[in-house]
């Protein structure tokens, strides 16, 4: 059985911890309340957003006095109203350069603080409509993109975040397939995947799947851990919904030997939840599933089960695990 002592570190979407704080809280407020979290030892930034009031050098110090890891940073094009028609894909060159500026400065932001993981979610880059995009010259530019971003500073590592759709009506990158081309066409050896649960599910495929096609044609540089119901991107708690496929995703991750972060990317200010409260809970479901994991992981009887496609045998045997043996 795996050494859970040396478990994956935690981290949480900053942003949640915004709730119930007065005023207009900075970065700093939003850290020093994920600190007060135990098990939480990681967060990642957003970029801008998350240096309107502070440099690169400030956020690296507290980041460290709130005994947090920097885990990287996630660029976020959407609070900037130009890039409403797209990014790396907007019609105006001038804009799609800019979109690659704010990039590159977020790159070097990274470097200053020693980070090395940069999340790319581009939700703009799509359309609404039929006969609104050139698909192909969409692609183009976005494969250009990745090429000048990776190679900006070929020591952070890249990730491609992909979701079906939101804010676009349809995303550029809508599914695993679709982001493992871009992977292969860019030809860049830091680039890579990040996985959202919930954005998997809503793609409708298998958490477990998707990380495993990632590992054979690309590279798992992040996890994002919720639940949902498949049907938006709900970022409901860890295990919630899912126990069953989390579990699954778990033990594919030990499989794989994946070590980097595990980050709740949940909403507890959509249903008004306390949300130090919430990141507890998403910490005991994380490693609750995760000791389950590790018992399934080198189990003889469930391996045979799977080789024969016998799901009534793998059911009974998962059940145990996570429910306790029947009677």
Known sequence: ????????????????????????PTAADMIARAAQVEGLGAADLNYPDHFADHTAAELSQILTSNGLALNGLAMRYY?????????????DPKVRQAALDITKRGLDALAAMGGRL??????????DYSFQGNYMRMWDDTIAALKQVADHNPDIDIAIEYKPNEPRAYALMPDIGTTLLATREAERANL?????????????????????????????????????????DDGLMVGSVHPVQTVELFVELERMGYEGVIYFDTFPDHGGLDPTAEARANIMMAERLRRIASRLVDNAELAEAIARQDATVSLG???DALYGAGK
Do not use: C
Request: aromatic fraction near 8%.
């Open 192 to 232: 890579g995947v990040t996985l959202d649960f919930a954005h998997v599910l809503y793609a409708d495929e298998i958490p477990a799947h998707s990380a495993r096609l990632t590992g054979r044609h690309s590279r798992l540089l992040g996890v994002h851990l919720n639940d949902g119901y498949g049907k938006r």
């Open 79 to 91: 609070t900037d109203p130009g890039f409403r028609l797209g990014a790396f894909t907007n019609p």
């Open 118 to 127: 940069m999340t790319l979610w581009m939700g703009q880059d799509g359309v």
């Open 1 to 24: 059985m795996p050494d859970l002592s040396n478990r994956h570190r935690y981290a949480a979407r900053l942003n949640a911890f915004k709730t119930g704080l007065p005023g207009n």
């Open 317 to 319: 045997i998962v059940a």
